[in-house]
Nanobody, 124 residues
Framework: VQLQACGGGLVQAGGSLRLSCAASGRSVSTYVTGWFRQAPGKDREFVAAMSRSGRTTSYADSVKGRFTISRENAKNTVYLQMNSLQPEDTAVYYC??????????????????WGQGTEVTVSS
């Protein structure tokens, strides 16, 4: 499977962005899908994930209540809606997929395929 992330950009604090991750080669609904981010000088960290069924989601505490992960099977695309953005959300955001049959993963090592990243900058 190949993943192409897009939708990043520059936004003021309090604003919103929606990231997209288009998959090709295999249906994204056959994977656990996740979003991670890496801020300058920091390690890559978990942001959000959705199970294969779509019934289970998981969020990092830092984004809970502000970010929403969703999936549109017809477009083979996963989204990350980001609201109330803050400067600390500035990072390169990556989508990834994990072939586990159930549940969701929150660690980088659990994910098999990664997109190229899309940059989000939040100004204060």
């Amino acid at each position: 499977v190949q993943l192409q992330a897009c939708g990043g950009g520059l936004v003021q604090a309090g604003g919103s962005l929606r990231l997209s991750c288009a998959a090709s080669g295999r249906s994204v609904s056959t994977y656990v899908t996740g979003w991670f981010r890496q801020a300058p000088g920091k390690d890559r960290e978990f942001v959000a994930a959705m199970s294969r069924s779509g019934r289970t989601t998981s969020y990092a505490d830092s984004v809970k209540g502000r970010f929403t992960i969703s999936r549109e099977n017809a477009k083979n695309t996963v989204y990350l809606q980001m609201n109330s953005l803050q400067p600390e959300d500035t990072a390169v955001y990556y989508c990834a997929v994990d072939g586990r049959p159930v549940g969701v993963g929150t660690s980088m090592g659990e994910y098999d395929y990664w997109g190229q990243g899309t940059e989000v900058t939040v100004s204060s």
